[in-house]
């Protein structure tokens, strides 16, 4: 990386505190990066994105509903555009959510959120309908 | 182990200095594509363990023949390569975590992959800031002070055309309109752009005046500055194709569609590979 310009004539060769701190720092980083993604490329099975999908807990304000949603994904392919429906029965009616994520990584998670109107003050039955992704 | 040199810590802060702005510099455009980003998730960790080990050869070639002095050790070379490539990872991972695309809960692949991907382009400009940005003009002329041409001049110059390449090809080998571009575009065209790119690798090499000219390509015989630009040319449509394979580009391809892209992307690789055997070793061996 250097250039070497500045070599000071009057000092023995070598690296001082400084160029070894960032040598001994860079060492582990690559060191790290390098078993992490050996030990990954070894245990790839390629095996198809399994999304599983999780709700939180509901929260009602002004009479909307307001639910968290998780989405995780535990297998070793990419799911993109995932598509999530969540329903909410509540006095007879039904309602219908959509939740769109451009991407679930392989073993990765994703949040986000629906909302639907609660004039009720009631969070209803709430559960996962469809759940559809691509293949990228 | 034997050592060139030695500087200061105030000196080596310095160049530090230089290569993270020379990181920033280069690999910007990058750092905000979100292809790039998705590159980190959605490709085979073993590509991307390749991506890191091609990386590390590249830059072993560059720091050989234009980052260092010619009397500096190939244990500093590592050493360099090594810190450049720790610098990268660094720079990628705080600009990353800045511009919100990961934190605490980004599962440790995920983070990997991003990092990585993004880490590559940044140590291959730390590299070239730190050995480049600088003033240089110490009046050391080092081992670079004599202008005896060389025929073995050749090889380093292949190599530091396909770090000028690879450095150009990234900046637009992740994102979808090469595809694009290259799906879109008859052969007709996709001839032209070669054809362009190869002739504005001739210009920038030999009819442009730039810094560097009068001393590495002014005195080439019409044999050599043919065979300098086929050269060039020809270097830089392998940096565009590792490039694009490396970001997944060429996956699922057919291919006249992947040949036609690697031309596309061929075009910055080709200004990239021409200027770089100009400007990427001013300060370097000969």
Known sequence: MKDRTRESADQTPGKNLLEWTV????????LAILIVLTVEAATWRDSPAKLATKLGIPDIKNSILLLPVEVSNDGDRVAAEVQIEIVRRSGGGEQRALFTVDFVPRHGTRRGQVSFPAEDGQPGDLKVGSVGYREP | ??????????????????GIAGGLIFSLPLLYTMEVWWAGFLLNPSRILLYVISTFGLLLLYNRFAGLRRDASMVEVVIDSVEELGIGLIIAALMLWLTGQIDIDTGALEMTGKVVMEAMTVAIGVSV??????????????????????????????AIALCGAVLF????????????????????????????????????????????????????????????VLTTYAVALAGAASCLHFFGGLDGQPPEIALSMCVVAGVP?????????????????K
């Not at chain 2, 110490?138 to 050749?154: F, I, L």
């Open chain 2, 269 to 285: 690789a080709a200004l990239g590979a021409s200027a770089g055997r100009l400007l990427l070793q001013l300060g370097s061996p």
């Open chain 2, 1 to 18: 182990m034997n050592f060139s040199h030695h500087r200061t810590v105030s000196e080596s802060a310095l160049e530090y200095g230089r």
């Open chain 1, 23 to 30: 040598f001994a720092v860079s060492c582990l980083l690559l």
């Open chain 2, 129 to 158: 800031g730190s050995s480049q940005l600088g003033g240089g003009n110490d009046g050391d002329e080092g081992v670079s002070g004599h202008d005896e041409k060389e025929e073995s001049e050749y090889v380093p110059q292949t």
């Open chain 2, 169 to 228: 090809a990234a900046n637009i080998a992740p994102t979808e309109e090469v595809a694009i571009i290259a799906m879109e575009s008859s052969p007709r065209k996709i001839l032209l752009l070669a054809l362009g790119s190869a002739l504005a690798a001739a210009g920038v090499l030999h009819y442009s005046g730039m810094h560097g000219a009068e001393r590495h390509v002014a005195r080439d015989t019409l044999f050599v500055k043919v065979r300098g």
